[in-house]
């Protein structure tokens, strides 16, 4: 049974940052790629940012220069650095272990996600 546990969330002011960790279980992490997906309020689920299993990382442009994504092989971890935080990344963050990630660059997730862990930008 694949598991998938968010944490690091948290209420931070704009411009300041936070780290999310994402740890899997019930799956050969090394080989699988990951996503981060994130939701807002009245929104639709978007991605965030995927990494694959040879590390090679995407980023959806809305983040791009500001998030981070690396994986931990020997933890079965996956991290979301996030730096200058907007209020706009307001959103609750999940993790996606498994899915797909096609020539152009497009991570399409697969069935296993997390529970989430919840981001708040705001002064």
């Known amino acids: 049974q694949v598991q998938l546990v968010e944490s690091g969330g948290g209420l931070v002011q704009p411009g300041g940052s936070l780290r999310l960790s994402c740890v899997a279980s019930?799956?050969?992490?090394?080989?699988?790629?990951m996503g981060w997906y994130r939701q807002a309020p009245g929104k639709e689920r978007e991605r965030v940012a995927a990494?694959?299993?040879?590390?090679?990382?995407y980023y959806a442009d809305s983040v791009k220069g500001r998030f981070t994504i690396s994986r931990e092989n020997a933890k079965n971890t996956v991290y979301l650095q996030m730096n200058s935080l907007k209020p706009e990344d307001t959103a609750v963050y999940y993790c996606?272990?498994?899915?797909?990630?096609?020539?152009?660059?497009?991570?399409?997730?697969?069935?296993?996600w997390g529970q989430g862990t919840q981001v708040t930008v705001s002064s």
């Open positions: 990494i694959s299993s040879g590390f090679r990382t």
């Open positions: 019930g799956i050969t992490f090394s080989t699988n790629a």
């Open positions: 996606n272990a498994g899915g797909t990630i096609y020539n152009n660059g497009y991570y399409r997730p697969s069935n296993y």
